[in-house]
């Protein structure tokens, strides 16, 4: 079969320049320019939503550094790296390390069983009575300075623990943000302080005006327990009408009217007769914090958002969390507890009398040294090793003898590296940076946080998320989604034969 030759034939010109071929060529042409222009719109989008994210990001920065720089006195004015806290100058009533969170309370559906308080109370925030003079009579503050903060190694040491450290770049450590906070409530003869022998002189260095007579030191660690116990014993002794509060010395608060207004409602609901907790308002779901079960409300007029505690809960896993915020039922248990010293020392001897009764052998001789010496060396070493809230909350809950305080104050345990993390300023899509900035170097980096330690450079490349602590002595690389299981390094390091570096 045979076809004609002019199929298979090259076109002619006078076919390449036919109508048709120019209206296809007219047509795509216009599709190319649509396709430009469209690619031109696309550019300036992007561009617009990037400077819109930088400008959200730098409202953001502007706006926590106004905060700084609002609470901040002339004290504060330079940053120092946060592992090194500078020599303090006698502690005042001065700037506060705020704990900044833009998380909000969301409105959830409460379980029909319990009754459900507002997440900031019922009063919002009752009204402290005091005007500008915030003492409260008869009231002492109780700050328990222990842990060696594990998750926070190696920055944090057995032999200068986190609450020695500045972590927020402020000038202040956390003990003396503590103090700080709670020196209006009571002054300095009201104020104590219980921590280990390791730590005495450097928390006398940080807090000079605390009175030597006010500094408990335990001979060991023994739990939260044996620690507010010592000194509710020590200060029934000294005062029996004495209502104490137990507060730790390593976290952070930020809405300090509030916190006052708290501790102060906390005080009311102690004198009739309960040992009394502050319950922190949930931002989220958190598994690292134990809850509080919120129950009735008391009615007390001077305490007007105190409520019976249901019950105490463990740290739960995050589907339970998640119930536990959508029931609005429950709060953060921050370890905080106001109570008369003596109904304490009652409630020990119900529930623990050995410890109760080791711990007054040991106040009924504190003041004399040789005795307690020798008495101490008798029963701290066979104390029973327990946290207050096993020993004496969660049964007395069980009864009816817990109060709580719902709270609606800012508060962090600054419990690993991402926690702190969040406390610090940062660039648009850069690492915090604990320390001096000028020690680090990023390119392609975002989130994290680098702790410059050693004084040489840290650079990193193409790298999100990590957490770097680089001592002169250790170097730490983690993610921050780890960063709570640091202890389990500092476990292997133990085992390995590096307790020097612990």
Known sequence: ??????????????????????????????????????????????????????????????VREGIITQLRSPHHGT???????????????RAKSPFLNSHSIPSLAPLPSVHVASPLGDNYVTSYPFGPVREIPGFYVVIPAGGAGTRLWPLSRENH??????????????????????????????????????????????????????LFCEPGPKDSMAAIGLAAAILAQRDPDAVIGSFAADHMISGNDAFLSAVYEAVQVAHKGY??????????????????????KLGIPEAPDARLVSSFKEKPDARTAAAYIAS??????????VTKASFLLDLLKEYKPDLEEALRRVAAVWDDDTQRSKVLEEVWPSLEKIAIDHAVA???????????????????????????????????????????SGLVLTEQVAGGIVVPGSGRLVACLGVDDLVIVDMPDTLLVTTRARSQEVKRLVKKAKEAGWRRLL
């Not at 076109?11 to 042409?29: I, K, L, R, Y």
């Not at 940053?79 to 009533?93: M, R, V, Y």
């Open 394 to 436: 969660e049964p007395a809950a069980l009864e009816g003898r817990v109060a709580v305080v719902p709270a609606t104050f800012g508060w962090d345990d600054v419990g690993d590296f991402s926690s702190i993390a969040e406390l610090l300023p940062a660039e648009a899509n850069q690492p915090r940076i604990l320390g001096d």
């Open 79 to 93: 940053q120092t790296p946060g592992f090194t806290t500078p020599a303090p100058s006698s502690p005042q009533l």
């Open 328 to 337: 609005g039922s429950y709060r953060w248990n921050a370890g905080m507890f």
């Open 275 to 296: 040992l009394v907790t502050i319950g922190i308002a949930p931002s989220h779901p958190s598994t690292g914090f134990g809850y509080v079960r919120l129950g009735e």
């Open 1 to 62: 079969m045979s076809f004609p030759r002019h199929l298979f034939s090259p076109p002619t010109p006078q076919a390449v320049s036919s109508p048709n071929t120019s209206n296809v060529e007219a047509m795509f042409g216009q599709i190319m320019e649509v396709v430009l222009k469209s690619r031109a719109e696309i550019a300036e989008l992007r561009q617009e939503c990037t400077e819109l994210r930088q400008a959200n990001l730098s409202l953001e920065r502007q």
């Open 161 to 214: 623990p986190k609450f020695l450290l500045d972590v927020t770049l402020q000038g202040r450590s956390l003990i003396q943000a503590t103090w700080d906070r709670l020196l209006p409530l009571c002054g300095a003869d009201r104020l104590a302080v219980v921590a280990g022998p390791a730590h005495v002189k450097s928390i006398h260095e940080q807090l000079p005006d605390l009175l030597p007579d006010n």
